[in-house]
């Protein structure tokens, strides 16, 4: 935990902990404002959006840019977006605010291959394990503190107390990683004039750039855009589904997500150590398995132990797919193109099961954007026609990834440096 690393942990854990308040109730906040649940899968629908014009030209600007200028632009530029759930009148307010915040995705190919640069192959598992713990360490109570400010202030007023917290946090970590960020690639200025013909060009060169991906890779590639799609059908309507039929509070929900927080970061590192000493692929097939496994229960679940045994489980699986994905992920992207192939493809840390109200982050990617938008609005009309109806469809998809996974992953027989 040094360099590079340590500081994308820091400014990763102010943004974690804000995040992890806000957006697990993100959707309650929306139908407090007069929405609907379709209304939810549009508002979240609209949040990769920017991503069909940012992330070719992002990964683009990732290798041949300055990364931390990248980074810290697009930090100022969310603190600003969240000014729109600060002062909303109506869920609209909150649908602008999800549309400019997908034009944030500008840093994550960026982020995302200094991360890459900066771990050494044989240590990249509990690299990226060490970091998601340090960075997710703040974040454990973070979903519990905001359930219980919520139960006191109220799902509006509350929601937008988070929100200024989390514009707060934007604007500390953006200027840590403008003033601390080392770069890792030499730099070639871009002319203004240049900026056309380097977008058009970022989509001439993604179909040669996939004839590159080794058989691993571009099964990875379909298990990354896959499980973003169960997320994004489900992730918004756990917390619904908590507080409507199973009769949790937000203070409930909250306690259940720290403790999940909590147990995966309790996991994440020694997983990442297994995952370096035996292998990647073991540890993603046997956490999709678990995942298959307890996800659909949480539909009879009854009680808050029983809720809380769930995403125990959800967390432990997700400690060990994390990591050994994201490693695996780097092991087979050539180091000249791993700025570009991480804007289409992501990090690789996609989290199946996730319950934080959304889904996106560095893990996705340009391929991934239409697929959330389609699923994100299909989400809200699956919780209207049939309220279970969600996370039938993630088990489906999740029994799918472990036969992609069974087929075709294999370790890297020489990781790319």
């Not at 896959?226 to 929900?253: C, D, E, M, R, T």
Request: net charge positive.
């Amino acid at each position: 935990m040094r360099g590079n690393v340590l500081v994308l942990s820091i400014s990763g854990a102010l943004g974690m902990f804000s995040r992890g308040m806000a957006f697990p109730f993100t959707p309650l906040f929306i139908l407090s404002l007069g929405g609907e649940p379709t209304d939810i899968g549009w508002v979240f629908a609209l949040g990769p959006l920017g991503g069909l014009l940012v992330f070719p030209i992002a990964g683009y600007l990732a290798d041949h840019t300055s990364r931390a200028k990248l980074i810290a632009f697009t930090d100022y530029f969310s603190a600003m977006a969240i000014l729109f759930y600060i002062f909303a009148q109506s869920w609209h307010w909150i649908a602008v605010a999800r549309l400019l915040q997908g034009f944030a995705v500008l840093k994550n190919p960026a982020s995302s291959a200094i991360i890459a640069d900066s771990l050494p192959p044989n240590n990249r598992g509990r690299g990226m394990a060490t970091m998601m713990t340090f960075s997710g360490a703040l974040a454990i109570f973070a979903p519990y503190v905001a359930g219980e400010l919520l139960n006191y202030y109220g799902i509006d007023f509350g929601v937008r107390i988070l929100y200024a917290i989390m514009a707060l946090a934007y604007i500390i970590g953006a200027t840590i990683n403008l003033i601390f960020i080392k770069e890792t690639t030499e730099t070639t200025p871009i002319q203004t004039s240049d900026l056309s013909q380097n977008f058009k060009q970022a989509y001439i060169d993604i179909p040669a750039m996939l004839k590159r991906f080794p058989r691993t890779l571009k099964a990875l590639s379909v298990i990354v855009i896959l499980g973003f799609v169960a997320n994004a059908i489900s992730s918004p309507f756990w917390v619904v589904y908590a507080k409507n039929h199973i009769g949790l509070s937000a203070a409930q929900w909250g306690f259940v997500l720290s403790i999940e927080a909590a147990l995966g970061n309790l996991v994440r590192i020694p997983a990442g150590f297994l995952s370096d000493r035996y292998g990647r692929t073991p540890f993603i097939f046997f956490s999709l398995l678990l995942c298959g496994a307890f996800i659909p229960l949480f539909i009879i679940a009854d009680t808050l132990a029983y809720v809380m045994l769930i995403r125990c489980i959800i967390a432990i699986a997700m400690a060990f797919f994390s990591p050994a994905c994201g490693a695996l992920l780097a092991d087979n992207i050539p180091r000249d193109i791993r700025g570009r192939v991480m804007a289409n493809i992501g990090r690789g840390s996609v989290r199946i099961g996730a319950a934080s109200g959304g889904t996106g982050g560095p893990g996705v990617g340009f391929l991934t954007i239409l697929p959330i938008f389609f699923a994100s609005l299909a989400g809200g009309y699956l919780y209207t026609w049939h309220t279970a109806s969600p996370f039938i469809i993630v088990l489906i998809i999740t029994l799918i990834l472990v036969a992609l996974t069974s087929a075709f992953v294999r370790d890297a027989k020489q990781a790319e440096i």
